[in-house]
């Protein structure tokens, strides 16, 4: 029998992505740019016949989800989880994240220009060094100790809904029975996901909006085949997302 494939898609861009907004399980609709990025990443599955759709029960991922499937032929109902929801950042959630990453990073005592974050590309660095030198679970951890309302998820919690969501997947990817699987949801949830399916393939690269990665399924191990491949979209402007 044929592997499994499991194909695995971030959500568009969305109004919050465009505003740099910390955007967990606060929602907003996706952008114009990124209604058409969610049509031209369907356009490359259209061929794939998916035996099971699972996705975020977060708005912006129920409306990718839709412009995906609209080439596809398939009549599998999308089930949603609410495990591949995005982390939450509690207190943080709506705060501009060149903030609330920089309230973070000075947590764990990292180097923060005393202004703060001026720039995305600088943020993005630090973020970089964080996950390359920090422990598993160190920024997830400090988003919950810094969090001024004390409501974001620490890495238990979290940790325990990604290994609930990797137990779906797989649970599909075994019934499909060496078929296609389609899992859409966060950029930061499905880091976590795809870290957890293959360590050694996952190499922490930041997954662009409606990037596709590919995990094939075989005997209960997975390979990641494709990771964050993004469609070469005609617009006018570069992409701004950092979470959510």
Not at 30 to 55: H, K, M, N, W
Not at 100 to 109: K, Y
Request: contains cysteine.
């Amino acid at each position: 029998m044929n592997p499994t494939r499991v194909y695995f898609v971030r959500h568009g861009e969305s109004l919050f992505n465009v505003l740099s907004i910390t955007s967990g399980w606060s929602d907003s609709p996706l952008s114009a740019r990124g209604e058409e990025q969610c049509r031209i990443a369907g356009l490359e599955l259209r061929d794939v016949p998916f035996d099971a759709v699972l996705t975020s029960d977060l708005g912006r991922v129920r409306q990718t989800t839709r412009l995906l499937l609209e080439a596809n032929a398939t009549t599998v109902r999308p089930v949603e989880l609410p495990q591949l929801r995005e982390q939450f950042y509690g207190g943080f959630e709506g705060t501009p994240n060149l903030d609330t990453f920089a309230a973070i990073f000075r947590h764990l005592g990292l180097a923060v220009p005393a202004a703060g974050f001026t720039s995305l590309g600088d943020l993005r660095t630090v973020m970089r060094e964080a996950h390359e030198n920090l422990p598993a679970g160190a920024l997830v951890d400090a988003t919950a100790a810094a969090d001024p309302l004390g409501l974001a998820e620490d890495w238990a919690r979290y940790q325990g809904r990604v290994e609930r969501a990797v137990a779906a997947v797989s649970e599909a990817a075994t019934a499909s029975r060496g078929g296609n699987v389609l899992v859409v949801a966060h950029g930061a949830v499905l880091s976590a996901i795809l870290a957890h399916l293959d360590p050694n393939g996952y190499d922490q690269r930041h997954l662009g909006n409606a990037s596709i990665s590919i995990a094939e399924y075989d005997g209960g191990r997975y390979t990641l085949t494709q990771l964050g491949e993004e469609a070469q979209f005609e617009l006018r402007r570069p992409a701004t997302a950092v979470v959510g």
